[in-house]
C-alpha cells in the first residue's frame, strides 16, 4: 500500500497516457468501418473497389465520386446485390456527411458484404480533399 501512497504520480501518468491511447477507440464511436477520403481513393486504385453512393437521386446528381453507383439508402438492401454481386469486392458508402453512409454499412455487412466500410465526412471530406466529383 505504501508503494501506491509514494507514487501515486506515477500511477496517474500511466492512467492518463492509458487513457490517451484508447480515446480514438472511443471517440470513434464504434464506427470501425470507416475510411478516409485517401485511403479510398486507394483501395478504388488497387482493390478496384465499388463506389455505393446511397444519397437520394437529387443529391447525388447534385455531386458524386466519379464513378459512383446510386442507391438510395431506403433502396439499398434490396438493390445492392443486383449491384455488387461478388460480397468479397471491397464497397466504399458515401453520403453528404457520413451518417446515412454509416447505417448503409451496417445493412451491407448484415448482406454479407464484410470489405464494406463507410466514407467518413461524406461527401464534403471528398471535395474537402480536393478529389474529383462528378455531376450527373
Given amino acids: 500500500m505504501s508503494f501506491f501512497i509514494e507514487n501515486?504520480?506515477?500511477?496517474?501518468?500511466a492512467f492518463?497516457?492509458?487513457?490517451?491511447?484508447?480515446?480514438?477507440?472511443?471517440s470513434a464511436g464504434g464506427r470501425t468501418g470507416s475510411i478516409k477520403p485517401t485511403d479510398a481513393v486507394m483501395l478504388i486504385n488497387r482493390e478496384?473497389?465499388?463506389v455505393v453512393d446511397v444519397c437520394e437521386p437529387?443529391?447525388?446528381?447534385?455531386?458524386?465520386?466519379i464513378g459512383a453507383?446510386?442507391?438510395p439508402l431506403a433502396d439499398l438492401e434490396a438493390k445492392l446485390p443486383g449491384a455488387v454481386k461478388n460480397k468479397a469486392t471491397p464497397v466504399i458508402l458515401v453520403c453528404a456527411t457520413g451518417a446515412?453512409?454509416?447505417r448503409a454499412m451496417g445493412i451491407a455487412k448484415k448482406l454479407g458484404y464484410e470489405k464494406a466500410?463507410?466514407?467518413?465526412?461524406?461527401m464534403g471530406a471528398w471535395r474537402g480533399a480536393s478529389l474529383p466529383v462528378e455531376k450527373a
Fill in 8 to 13: 501515486w504520480i506515477l500511477i496517474a501518468v
Fill in 16 to 26: 492518463a497516457s492509458g487513457a490517451m491511447l484508447v480515446w480514438p477507440a472511443v
Fill in 48 to 50: 478496384k473497389a465499388v
Fill in 58 to 65: 437529387s443529391e447525388f446528381a447534385a455531386g458524386h465520386v
Fill in 69 to 71: 453507383r446510386n442507391i
Fill in 100 to 102: 446515412r453512409s454509416n
Fill in 117 to 122: 466500410q463507410s466514407l467518413s465526412g461524406g
